[in-house]
């Protein structure tokens, strides 16, 4: 088929040229909506604000890959045999569980992983009609009432998903190997990978129904994970505001915030509010600190502590997500 390309008939059709100018079409798109910083996706925030939907650039993206197909290789004209696309998603429907994840599929033949995402995110949600879906730069999770049941990374170098579940001690499944190395929640030490959409079968939704029950018992704190460059996408914080770390009912330390949502305190930059640099401020031999507790942001309207921002940012998420299941 590549030799093909080089052919008299192929260079000769207009098919290769509709091809060429398709192919630099997919280019051209994809560079636009993949960049959080462009225009494009400005105004296409605006366009969701005039409709009360807030989303932030690396939302939007996420977005974007997921329902973007992989990009185009083949020249389009020529007559190929009929064969299962590896990439087919699972349909958008009310598909009953058992069939989402029986999707045709070449065997052996891998899969995207944003197919795979797309489709295991249909079936949870056939399964579990109220989970609420969140997605960081790092991994897509899965939660209910605000409580976290389920994260999902991918795993490009063997184009899988990892499945991190909250499941019982006494939980037995071979497809559930213990890995306390890939999430940095101890009770998501349960793994399960996922390489093909036949993967995603009855038996992995009895699973992740059970790490949801696990996770409604009571026993797991709720699901907080908010980052700071999502207060900074807001307009809650925004980049440049004076931030304060309170301890021992004194102000330990200032600092600021970043466009990229850092804290930048003394000309170094630190991605998480809860660095052990900035335990050692309460003390030697302090271990850890739970920075949104410790930092304040200094706003026009007075001192704010940062979990409090976190928990406006969090309920105006839950307003927005309950008006869209009401035009649902």
């Known amino acids: 088929e590549q030799l093909w390309q080089l052919s008299q008939e192929s260079v000769t ?13 997919d280019k051209a798109v994809r560079e636009t909506v993949f960049n959080p910083g462009s225009s494009t996706i400005k105004q296409l925030r605006k366009a ?15 977005w974007f890959r997921i329902q973007l197909s992989p990009p185009m290789s083949r020249v389009q004209g020529r007559q190929q045999p009929v064969e299962a696309s590896p990439h087919r998603l699972a ?22 992983t944003a197919a795979l995402l797309t489709a295991l995110q249909h079936a949870v949600d056939a399964r579990i009609p109220t989970t609420e879906w969140r997605t960081t730069s790092a991994y897509t999770a899965a939660a209910e009432e605000g409580r ?23 939980t037995s499944n071979p497809r559930a190997v213990d890995d306390p190395r890939q999430f940095s929640w101890e009770r998501f030490r349960r793994v399960v990978t996922v390489r093909a959409l036949n993967d995603i079968d009855d038996e ?8 949801r029950e696990h996770t409604r018992s009571g026993r797991t704190t709720a699901y907080h994970h908010v980052s700071l460059k999502q207060l900074v ?4 914080l925004p980049a440049g505001t004076p931030l304060v770390f309170v301890g021992r009912d004194a102000d330990l330390a200032r600092a600021h915030i970043s ?4 804290i930048v305190w003394q000309g170094n930059s630190y991605r998480s509010l809860s660095d052990r640099a900035f335990s050692a401020l309460l003390g030697p031999g302090r271990a850890s600190v739970n920075g949104w507790t410790q930092w304040y942001a200094e706003l026009p309207s007075g001192r704010v502590q940062l979990a409090e921002l976190r928990a406006k940012y969090l309920a105006g998420q839950a307003s927005v997500d309950r008006r869209l299941e009401g035009a649902g």
């Open 13 to 25: 059709t207009a098919s290769v040229r509709t091809w060429l100018n398709q192919l630099r079409l």
């Open 48 to 62: 969701l604000a005039d409709a009360e939907i807030h989303a932030t650039p690396q939302e939007l993206v996420q």
């Open 91 to 112: 349909p958008a429907t009310n598909t009953p569980p058992e069939t989402v994840g029986q999707a045709e599929q070449p065997p052996g033949e891998a899969v995207d």
């Open 148 to 170: 976290l049941f389920l994260v999902v990374g991918v795993r490009l170098r063997t184009r899988s998903l990892a499945l991190g579940l909250d499941l019982p001690a006494e």
């Open 204 to 211: 992995l939704l009895a699973l992740i129904a059970a790490s």
């Open 233 to 236: 996408d807001s307009g809650m």
């Open 259 to 262: 466009p990229a949502g850092e």
